[in-house]
């Protein structure tokens, strides 16, 4: 098991950065890769970005590529979500992700993630 904790969510104009965090307890962070999911109000949750358990290779959504940057700290547990240029269209909640990875494959699809986060809010004005 392996607990998700998102931080750094909040209100920004259109143009701004946030970046988010993900602090994971219960296992040896390095044997997961990560990822961030949004959500947006009345839509599906959708693929954000994933990163491998050594950090290479990642992998962006055709609609945040060149402005988001996931990254990871091994020895600090942590993964990272820095968003730049945000647009109105990028407020959702976003989720944290988890799964083990036993391959050198970095898998993106929903379902291969095991545990998740609570979520942070996060809210673009125009």
């Known amino acids: 098991q392996v607990q998700l904790v998102e931080s750094g969510g909040g209100l920004v104009q259109a143009g701004g950065s946030l970046r988010l965090s993900c602090a994971a307890s219960?296992?040896?962070?390095?044997?997961?890769?990560m990822g961030w999911y949004r959500q947006a109000p009345g839509k599906e949750r959708e693929f954000v970005a994933a990163?491998?358990?050594?950090?290479?290779?990642?992998y962006y959504a055709d609609s945040v590529k060149g402005r988001f940057t996931i990254s990871r700290d091994n020895a600090k547990n942590t993964v990272y979500l820095q968003m730049n240029s945000l647009k109105p269209e990028d407020t959702a909640v976003y989720y944290c992700?988890?799964?083990?990875?036993?391959?050198?494959?970095?898998?993106?699809?929903?379902?291969?993630?095991?545990?998740w986060g609570q979520g942070t809010q996060v809210t673009v004005s125009s």
């Open positions: 219960g296992r040896t962070f390095s044997n997961y890769a």
């Open positions: 990163i491998s358990r050594s950090g290479t290779p990642t």
């Open positions: 992700a988890a799964y083990t990875q036993t391959e050198d494959h970095l898998r993106v699809a929903q379902s291969t993630f095991d545990y």
